[in-house]
């Protein structure tokens, strides 16, 4: 997972790992999730990414998100060498509180970190067995304090089963 606040080239560091995984592999594709819709092509063929090897898939919550990941791990076997990238998880809100500001309501949602936490908790296994890598890029915020530290959004690793969460900032 890549965490850090807005312009601090998580997308490009994603991409970067992305191009390398493509280049290692001849037959590999790139599921890329999009929630931001802030990476046009041209910004994969600046990495010199082809696109003919991207499913660029926008997505608006993480149901949606959860829903098609799942699909498409259940299409993949062991073997096949695809990477995920998921720009950007920090952003996605739930479908319930999607719903809930359709109809007017304020009430906070309470769904959100229990769609991510099981969206990881399915994934993960796949991932795993299937050995598919996936980067995650998210946001952070500060903490309140005298000497504040950065928060990833959405909760701790133990949402995201990560293996390494590298936040970004400035000093």
């Known amino acids: 997972m890549w965490a850090g606040p807005s312009k601090h080239f998580k997308t490009a560091f994603s991409l970067l790992m992305a191009k390398s995984y493509l280049d290692k592999y001849e037959d590999a594709a790139l599921l890329f999730y999009d929630s931001e819709f802030g990476t046009p092509q041209s910004y994969f063929d600046s990495f010199g990414i082809d696109t003919d090897r991207v499913l660029h898939t926008p997505i608006t919550d993480i149901e949606q998100l959860k829903f098609d990941v799942m699909a498409q791990l259940q299409n993949i076997e062991r073997g096949e060498r ?9 952003n ?5 509180e999607v719903e809930d500001a359709l109809e007017g309501k304020s009430a906070a949602d309470m769904t959100r970190a229990k769609q991510l936490k099981s969206l990881f908790r399915m994934v993960t296994p796949h991932l795993t067995l ?3 890598p996936m980067v995650v890029v998210n946001h952070t915020y500060k903490e309140i304090g005298l000497y504040p530290k950065d928060i990833v959004g959405g909760g701790t690793g133990s949402y995201y089963s990560a293996d ?4 970004l900032g400035r000093q």
């Open 130 to 132: 299937k050995d598919i």
């Open 164 to 167: 390494n969460i590298f936040i």
């Open 92 to 96: 996605l809100a739930s479908k319930k």
């Open 82 to 90: 695809v990477m995920i990238v998921i720009d950007s998880i920090g």
